[in-house]
């Protein structure tokens, strides 16, 4: 099922059509998402749209405990997340000390720290803090780039990309504890290797160019042993990976129908299938906190980040709905769920 939107109006009278689809998805918390002017949350039904807040967000990451909003944008940035006053969490540092460059960020498993990208130091390095903003730490002091942290499952590593300048200013993947010590080169490789994504199970996925200079998406421990190819068909995209909740199944970009889809597996490579079937780009996939439903984002005419749609659809890909743009076309920050618990964690 594809709904088409036009305009901020449609989505508010569609969201009453769509309200009787995916009647599972009440289960889930609601998907948070920017476009070009606000944040917005809505259910995967297509129903309770909100403006949360009226600030563009370069990513979007809830708390665990589902109470809470992280942003990026020219900063870093908390709020409760069904909308409220947003905190700056850099402010307290003097514009002579000011961090710039914050394009992402994300929560410790257990939501007492935050990881963060800056360009503080002149190039882009990686930090950690509490969630309150304080004991602001820096974990890298790179002459290259170091980006987008994500945290191991047990909240004691983090992996990233850097780029090396040295070898044409291609990407490798770096681990490092969280107290910043022990940093090391898991892929070491003259290919690209980028955008990881760390599964319940401790299996690192990300994408390569190992394989004829195209991408496509190998999977690795966390020492950098054991790294395997487990598609075979390549894209010339970012495939951008995604683990389910369980770490049993894995969901990316990649070239079906001659066009660039969603497309999943199992962990160990098997069972691939294409999830879509949409003209254009279907980017950044995003799995529901039950593992039930995947959203994503759609440009139907290619890369015009303007033209981009948010989509929502079973973990089979059945019941593809459209529950999307808001009023100027969703960014490309992927989609972010509420989780679906609220355990006993910090704010």
């Known amino acids: ?44 039904d297509g129903s309770g749209l909100k403006r ?49 460059g914050v394009r992402w960020a994300s929560w410790s498993p257990n939501g007492k720290q935050i990881a963060f990208e800056s360009t503080r130091s002149g190039n882009y390095d990686i930090f950690v803090m509490n969630v309150d903003g304080s004991e602001v730490k820096q974990l890298t002091e790179f002459a290259g780039e170091d980006r987008m942290p994500v945290w191991s499952p047990d909240g004691r590593q983090l992996c990233f990309r850097r780029k090396v300048k040295e070898r044409e200013d291609n990407w490798d993947l770096m681990v490092i504890n969280a107290d910043g010590t022990e940093a090391r080169n898991i892929t070491n490789h003259p290919a690209n290797d980028t955008d990881p994504s760390w599964s319940s199970t401790g299996l690192l996925a ?4 190992r394989v004829d200079g195209r991408w496509t998406v190998f999977t690795g421990k966390a020492d950098g042993s054991d790294p395997r190819q487990i598609r075979v068909l390549t894209t010339a995209w970012f495939p951008h990976p995604s683990w389910s909740p369980d770490g049993s199944r894995l969901a990316f970009t990649g070239i079906f129908y001659r066009s660039y889809q969603i497309i999943a ?25 039950d593992g039930r439903h995947i959203a994503f984002v759609h440009r139907a005419n290619g890369f015009p980040e303007n033209t981009a749609s948010l989509y929502v659809m079973n973990a089979d890909g059945t019941e593809l709905t459209e529950v999307g743009p808001a009023e100027t076309g969703i960014n490309s920050g992927r989609p972010a769920w509420k989780p679906l618990v609220e355990p006993l964690v910090a704010p």
Do not use: C
């Open 1 to 44: 099922m594809s709904v088409k939107f036009r305009g901020f109006l449609g989505l508010l009278l569609a969201a009453v059509v769509l309200s009787t689809g995916h009647a599972d998805a009440a289960k889930n918390g609601p998907i948070l998402f920017s476009d070009y002017t606000s944040i917005w949350k809505i259910k995967a």
């Open 206 to 209: 990300f994408g390569s160019t």
């Open 52 to 100: 949360v807040a009226k600030k563009k967000a370069w990513s979007l990451h809830a708390s665990p405990n589902g109470k809470q909003l992280l942003y990026t944008h020219d900063g870093l940035f908390r709020m409760p997340i069904n909308g409220g006053r947003s905190v700056n969490l850099l402010k307290r540092y003097p514009i002579v000390d000011r961090f710039a």
């Open 265 to 289: 597996m199992d962990a160990n490579g098997r069972n691939e299938r294409p999830l879509t079937n949409l003209h254009g780009l279907s980017i950044l996939a995003s799995w529901s906190p």
